[in-house]
């Protein structure tokens, strides 16, 4: 990012890290295409001086939530802390972006990403990741009580299942946020470096 260039602009990606990758796709094949074109978005976003938000997850063994949710888990609770495998996907990171622990689906929980945003001067947020019907579509929704201008690339949220990530998109788009595909998100902020409210 520019010296000076305040960002109106942030991508949150959530969960995008080595542990959740399968909820991408099992085929490693597919999954390097996926990433490859997400991390080309990114890299736009980059380029345009705005700024790309890791949302890490990493879950407390001791939270009741927690030990409730995985409690019939195979292999245990997901994303503890100290593992490798948890670290964000190094071929979507770059030394510029950031990165915020959350502890919940939502990006927002028990941290300080809103304060974070208010600081940069971030007006719009795009949400994107894993996974779409979970923690984007809470991420996406607690964004917009918070009085940001949500966007959803089409292209840019993952799932197991297409049927959950349609399922979200639509209401998403009928509730918070504008769906639209990636190169469309870049094509605007390349016109007038912000991104129009929901009408």
Same mark, same amino acid.
């Given at each position: 990012? $520019?010296? #000076?260039?305040?960002?109106? &602009?942030? !991508?949150?990606?959530?969960?995008?890290?080595?542990?959740?990758? %399968?909820? @991408?796709?099992?085929?490693? $094949? $597919?999954?390097?295409?996926?990433?490859?074109?997400?991390?080309?978005?990114? *890299?736009?976003?980059? =380029?345009?001086?705005?700024?790309?938000?890791?949302?890490?997850?990493? =879950? +407390?063994?001791? +939270?009741? /939530?927690?030990?409730?949710?995985?409690? *019939?888990?195979? #292999?245990?609770?997901? /994303?503890?802390?100290?593992?490798?495998?948890?670290?964000?996907?190094?071929?979507?990171?770059?030394?510029?972006?950031?990165?915020?622990?959350?502890?919940?689906?939502? #990006?927002?929980?028990?941290?300080?990403?809103?304060? @974070?945003?208010?600081?940069? #001067?971030?007006?719009? !947020?795009?949400?994107?990741?894993?996974?779409?019907?979970?923690? &984007?579509?809470?991420?996406?929704?607690?964004?917009?009580?918070?009085?940001?201008?949500?966007?959803?690339?089409?292209?840019?949220?993952?799932?197991?299942? @297409? +049927?959950?990530? =349609?399922?979200?998109?639509?209401?998403? /788009? =009928? %509730?918070?946020?504008?769906?639209?595909?990636?190169?469309?998100?870049?094509?605007?902020?390349?016109?007038?470096?912000?991104?129009?409210?929901?009408?």
């Amino acid at each position: 990012m $520019e010296i #000076g260039v305040t960002p109106k &602009v942030a !991508v949150l990606t959530n969960d995008l890290q080595y542990e959740f990758t %399968y909820k @991408i796709s099992k085929s490693p $094949e $597919e999954l390097e295409e996926k990433l490859t074109k997400f991390n080309e978005f990114l *890299n736009g976003i980059r =380029n345009l001086n705005h700024q790309v938000i890791h949302l890490q997850l990493i =879950n +407390d063994p001791n +939270d009741p /939530a927690v030990q409730k949710r995985y409690k *019939n888990r195979e #292999g245990g609770i997901p /994303a503890l802390t100290g593992r490798p495998e948890n670290q964000i996907l190094k071929t979507i990171s770059h030394s510029s972006d950031i990165v915020v622990v959350k502890g919940r689906d939502t #990006g927002f929980y028990n941290n300080d990403l809103d304060g @974070i945003l208010k600081k940069l #001067g971030v007006n719009s !947020v795009i949400v994107t990741g894993l996974q779409t019907h979970v923690c &984007v579509q809470t991420t996406a929704a607690d964004a917009y009580f918070r009085g940001y201008n949500v966007w959803v690339p089409s292209d840019g949220v993952f799932a197991p299942s @297409i +049927d959950d990530t =349609n399922r979200a998109l639509e209401w998403l /788009a =009928n %509730y918070c946020a504008t769906v639209a595909s990636s190169s469309e998100i870049l094509a605007l902020l390349e016109k007038q470096d912000d991104l129009p409210e929901r009408s």
